[in-house]
């Protein structure tokens, strides 16, 4: 498998902003988007530039009910669009249930990625499931928090991926995390 580390490309650049790498490395605007594991809902907003159908997924419906807390009305209004589908359900189960495929999935799971139950969202398995419901050239975007200490954990992450998709890339920030992009493609860095 190919494999690239780029760290200062990102180094900078605030973390909500960076599902605008996995489009670029995708080569192509998207027009099916998953947001597994919304978060705050930095990944999911910043798909609000492409017009796509966007389908954000969370097992938690206050993640959605208080997103009025922090982002401001227009982008409120703007994630409200026909275009966008708020889910709440377990973002395994839901990839299990349904078989839409997208052009990007981006899981940004909470950390730490330790806690009981994340174990279900970095296994070799799931990120077969997980290609199994991107487009041919789709593209991954796995967050990961560096708030675990063990480099062993963070290589074996890394293998179950690599052991998936055919070319892995590795983006680190500076301001706490790295983005796994894969694809079954060949990615345009």
């Not at 902003?17 to 988007?33: C, E, F, S, W, Y």
């Not at 055919?166 to 706490?176: I, K, S």
Request: charged residues 20%; glycine residues 6%; proline residues 7%.
């Amino acid at each position: 498998n190919n494999y690239s580390v780029s760290q200062s490309l990102v180094s900078n650049m605030p973390r909500e902003a960076t599902i605008q790498i996995p489009v670029a490395l995708h080569g192509r605007k998207p027009k099916d988007v998953l947001i597994l594991c919304v978060g705050t809902g930095g990944s999911w907003k910043s798909t609000i530039q492409y017009g796509a159908r966007v389908v954000a997924v969370d097992i938690n419906p206050a993640v959605f009910r208080g997103m009025a807390l922090i982002h401001p009305p227009e982008v409120m209004t703007a994630l409200r669009a026909t275009n966008m589908h708020p889910v709440v359900n377990d973002a395994r189960n839901y990839l299990l249930l349904e078989d839409r495929k997208y052009d990007l999935i981006s899981i940004d799971p909470a950390p730490p990625i330790t806690q009981p139950g994340m174990v279900n969202l970095h296994t070799r398995e799931f990120y077969q499931l997980v290609r199994s419901r991107l487009k041919p050239g789709g593209v991954l975007c796995q967050r990961f928090s560096t708030n675990v200490d063990s480099e062993l954990f963070y290589k074996a992450l890394l293998r179950s991926i690599s052991d998936v998709f055919e070319d892995v890339t590795v983006w680190n920030f500076l301001a706490g995390g790295m983005d796994v992009i894969a694809s079954d493609a060949p990615l345009q860095v």
